[in-house]
């Protein structure tokens, strides 16, 4: 799948990040939080995966329906993807098993999320708002409100084990609406990935700590898309390289 992306599609990634956090990349295992704007989104985590050597080791927090998708389902079954009904009650026991699992994993990981939960549609945007309203939470323009108890599990069991979150934000070039019919039609695009690098002792123990943390990064990241959309850039200074060359 990443090489249909590099080199069918000849789709370009650029990775912005700080230079002191560079180094870490692909040393150390991560919880890598991810937006979930576009339909390829998960391909261009891929490629961040491949270019640091832990596509193969990399695990994600996956719907259960995935499991099912011929091929890509049962690749992730036998790497040991965690997969959920998105029900906490029938949940909680499936993910904490698994992260418990990797406490042993010989190779360094990296653990993607998805704290929204679903992909982004404007539909979904104005349910998620009107929960944020009801709930007194600072409304979202470019997110769904995060999925709070997913994150704050895997930080308190992976705690020991992980050393960093990597906030990541991606956009494409030029307002590109990227899809995965494009893709496999050939058609090029150019991804741009920004990643902070946050040392996971500095996020919060207490639950409810943890989660009112990652409803600030939310909206962090919101204000990020904002510079962005307004831009057509990430703010500076940060280390620039290509991904896909």
């Excluded at 985590?45 to 996956?62: H, N, Q």
């Excluded at 769904?144 to 108890?149: D, F």
């Excluded at 956009?171 to 920004?194: E, S």
Aim: net charge positive; with cysteine.
């Amino acid at each position: 799948m990443v090489a249909l992306l590099e080199w069918w599609s000849g789709t370009e990634c650029t990775l912005y990040t700080d230079p002191e956090s560079y180094p870490f990349y692909g040393k150390e295992n991560a919880i890598v939080i991810l937006n979930h704007n576009f339909e390829i989104d998960f391909l261009c985590g891929w490629t961040f995966c491949e270019r640091f050597g832990v596509l193969g080791s990399s695990k994600v927090l996956a719907k259960k329906e995935l499991a099912y998708v011929p091929v890509i389902g049962w690749m992730w079954y036998f790497l040991e993807i965690v997969f959920c009904k998105r029900k906490w009650e029938e949940d909680h026991k499936t993910v904490v098993q698994s992260l418990q699992r990797l406490k042993d994993y010989l190779e360094n990981f990296w653990f993607l999320l998805y704290c929204e939960g679903t992909r982004f549609t404007q539909k979904k945007h104005k349910i998620s708002m009107e929960v944020a309203e009801k709930k007194g939470l600072r409304k979202l323009k470019y997110h769904l409100l995060p999925r709070t108890k997913g994150f704050c599990v895997t930080v308190q069991h992976l705690r020991g084990t992980v050393t960093a979150v990597y906030d990541s934000t991606l956009n494409f070039r030029n307002n590109q609406i990227p899809t995965l019919i494009g893709v496999l039609n050939g058609k090029k695009y150019h991804a741009d990935l920004y990643v902070r690098r946050i040392p996971l002792d500095s996020i919060p123990e207490n639950e409810t700590e943890c989660a009112i943390w990652l409803h600030k990064l939310y909206q962090e990241k919101d204000e990020l898309q904002e510079k962005y959309s307004l831009t057509g850039c990430f703010p500076s200074p940060t280390l620039t390289v290509k991904l896909v060359k």
